[in-house]
């Protein structure tokens, strides 16, 4: 049996789309259908339901996706510890990152880059309930995200900071504070974190809690563009204390602690123990947990 026939029907349902998949596995489609129905005939049972597009997988295909991707992982697993024995460590990690951890963590990234320069480490950006999801069908080996608010079940955590939050704004109002109470955001125009992102909930929560209704003009899922916004208008945000270091902003900007209440929430890593060794993964916690000493 070939291992690739296996993803490419993983690919595909992931994908929901034939020239999708293809294009991702980088193979053409003439090519991908004819892997596919080579597996198909070696199993002896037809595992996707086709028409003009891909319709889904067929309930064999659907019984028999999980037993494939743990036959997927563990053969990544055994090259991993192949090439550890060789001195040689090499292979994929795929880790899945809330959006306000992305800049906390870049160091910690970068320098496991650089420590091995063998292994293809590729990052996701993903709301958290998107971690939990990928954890469990090992689409990504590791998550940083919320380890005590909605936290995800069935994995291991290790703490890695705590995420503060800052009102970030240009008002004149608050040129010469530290801090604000959270009532005094409920009057600025505001571009925040889309609600699919916990930490919007977080803060909805808060302004729920303190009876104020926020007047939120824009959202967005990404910080770059939070950050072009409220640098190029009379907007103001809520984000991390880090997300106020990693930019040049106006002069005139305020960087004030919001308290009343001072809130925080432990961010970490998040991944599911394996009965059998994962080298790359292994070697990304053992270095994660030193990095943060």
């Given at each position: 049996?070939?291992i690739?026939?296996?993803?490419?029907?993983?690919?595909?349902?992931?994908?929901?789309?034939?020239?999708?998949?293809?294009?991702?596995?980088?193979?053409?489609?003439p090519?991908?259908?004819?892997?596919?129905?080579?597996?198909?005939?070696?199993?002896?049972?037809?595992?996707?339901?086709?028409?003009?597009?891909?319709?889904?997988?067929?309930?064999?295909?659907?019984?028999?996706?999980?037993?494939?991707?743990?036959?997927?992982?563990?053969?990544?697993?055994?090259?991993?510890?192949?090439s550890?024995?060789?001195?040689?460590?090499?292979?994929?990690?795929?880790?899945?990152?809330?959006?306000?951890a992305?800049?906390?963590?870049a160091?910690?990234?970068?320098?496991?880059?650089?420590?091995?320069?063998?292994?293809?480490?590729?990052?996701?950006?993903?709301?958290?309930?998107?971690?939990?999801?990928?954890?469990?069908?090992?689409?990504?080996d590791?998550?940083?995200?919320?380890?005590?608010?909605?936290?995800?079940s069935?994995?291991?955590?290790?703490?890695?900071?705590d995420?503060?939050?800052?009102?970030?704004s240009?008002?004149?109002?608050?040129?010469?504070?530290?801090?604000?109470?959270?009532?005094?955001?409920?009057n600025?125009?505001l571009c925040?974190?889309s609600?699919?992102?916990?930490?919007?909930?977080?803060?909805?929560?808060?302004?729920?809690?303190?009876?104020?209704?926020?007047?939120?003009?824009?959202e967005s899922?990404?910080?770059?563009?939070?950050?072009?916004?409220?640098?190029?208008?009379?907007?103001?945000?809520?984000?991390?204390?880090?997300?106020?270091q990693?930019f040049?902003y106006?002069?005139n900007?305020?960087?004030c602690?919001?308290i009343?209440?001072?809130?925080?929430?432990?961010?970490?890593?998040?991944?599911?123990?394996?009965?059998?060794?994962?080298?790359?993964?292994d070697?990304?916690?053992?270095?994660?947990?030193?990095?943060?000493?």
């Open positions: 049996m070939d690739k026939n296996l993803e490419i029907l993983l690919v595909l349902d992931s994908e929901k789309h034939f020239k999708r998949a293809s294009e991702k596995l980088n193979i053409s489609q090519a991908l259908s004819m892997k596919l129905k080579s597996l198909e005939n070696e199993i002896g049972v037809t595992l996707v339901r086709r028409g003009k597009n891909f319709l889904g997988l067929t309930p064999e295909g659907m019984m028999l996706k999980n037993r494939f991707i743990n036959i997927v992982k563990e053969f990544s697993e055994i090259k991993q510890l192949s550890e024995l060789k001195n040689s460590l090499s292979g994929t990690l795929r880790i899945g990152v809330i959006p306000t992305q800049l906390e963590i160091n910690l990234i970068n320098f496991f880059v650089q420590k091995h320069k063998n292994i293809k480490t590729k990052i996701f950006s993903m709301p958290s309930s998107k971690i939990d999801e990928d954890l469990h069908e090992y689409k990504i590791i998550g940083i995200t919320y380890l005590e608010n909605e936290p995800i069935g994995v291991e955590k290790i703490p890695f900071y995420e503060k939050y800052y009102l970030i240009t008002n004149k109002d608050f040129k010469s504070k530290k801090s604000l109470k959270w009532s005094e955001c409920k600025l125009d925040l974190l609600e699919d992102n916990q930490f919007r909930r977080i803060l909805n929560s808060v302004f729920k809690s303190k009876g104020i209704n926020p007047n939120v003009l824009l899922n990404s910080l770059t563009h939070i950050f072009s916004q409220i640098n190029m208008s009379n907007m103001s945000t809520i984000m991390p204390f880090f997300f106020s990693a040049n106006r002069s900007t305020s960087f602690e919001l009343d209440p001072k809130i925080t929430h432990k961010i970490g890593l998040v991944f599911i123990k394996d009965q059998s060794p994962s080298p790359i993964k070697n990304f916690i053992k270095f994660a947990k030193s990095f943060n000493k």
